[in-house]
């Protein structure tokens, strides 16, 4: 099975600050990866498919980049609404499997 | 504006088999467009993937609960369905139902998720 490495498990941040969450794969998935923003009590929310394809109706503040094994999702100038779990996502052999999570915080 | 709503009983013994069933608006679980799936969170830890499936009939399991889950449709109704037997206390978690959008023949991610209901194992 491929392991997904989240990295950190959780950031402390201030808004307006620029913020990078990592996503690892064990092997090479492409651009097999999603990622999503969860805030308590509430459904995951689909930022970014396919590593870097932003979603309709998210900000432009929100990336993601990468292929193969590392990823990662940045936030250029976090706002008080991203205060958030983020979790990465990816498809392997018809499998799919999340991330541990990674949660911003406030500073 | 697809929609997805879970339903089911909130509380399930040990031992038992716990229903859920997701039904759909402004979309058709028939269309054959995408696949169907469930996810799983248990207090204050992360999401696992639980199963999917498609009109056709095809459906995939996480092999960690392969021999427990059973997934189904009910195009009658537009719904959904996950039954896990033989639960134990490590079952209880928020169970999530979503749309899963496949890319050429492969699932690839979730784009619509129902709100979650709370599933406590306990007797």
């Known amino acids: 099975d491929i392991q997904m490495t989240q990295s950190p498990s959780t950031l402390s941040a201030s808004v307006g600050d620029r913020v990078t969450v990592t996503c690892r794969a064990s092997q090479s998935i492409s651009t097999w990866l999603a990622w999503y923003q969860q805030k308590p009590g509430k459904a995951p929310k689909l930022l970014i498919s396919?590593?870097?394809s932003l979603e309709s109706g998210v900000p432009s503040r929100f990336s993601g980049s990468g292929s193969g094994t590392e990823f990662t999702l940045t936030i250029s100038s976090l706002q008080p609404d991203d205060f958030a779990t983020y979790y990465c996502?990816?498809?392997?052999?018809?499998?799919?499997?999340f991330g541990g999570g990674t949660k911003v915080e406030i500073k | 504006q697809v929609q997805l709503q879970e339903s089911g009983p909130g509380l399930v013994k040990p031992s038992e088999t716990l229903s859920l069933t997701c039904s759909v608006s402004?979309?058709?679980?028939?269309?054959?467009?995408?696949?169907w799936g469930w996810i799983r969170q248990p207090p204050g830890k992360g999401l696992e993937w639980i199963a999917y499936i498609h009109y056709s009939g095809s459906t995939k399991s996480n092999p960690s609960l392969k021999s427990r889950v059973t997934i189904s449709l009910d195009t009658s109704k537009n719904q959904f369905s996950l039954k896990l037997s033989s639960v134990t206390a490590a079952d209880t978690a928020v169970y999530y139902c979503a749309r899963v959008v496949f890319s050429g023949n492969y699932p690839d991610y979730f784009d619509y998720w129902g709100q979650g209901t709370l599933v406590t194992v306990s007797s």
């Open positions: 396919k590593a870097s």
């Open positions: 996502q990816h498809y392997k052999d018809y499998l799919l499997t």
């Open positions: 402004g979309d058709s679980v028939s269309s054959g467009t995408y696949y």
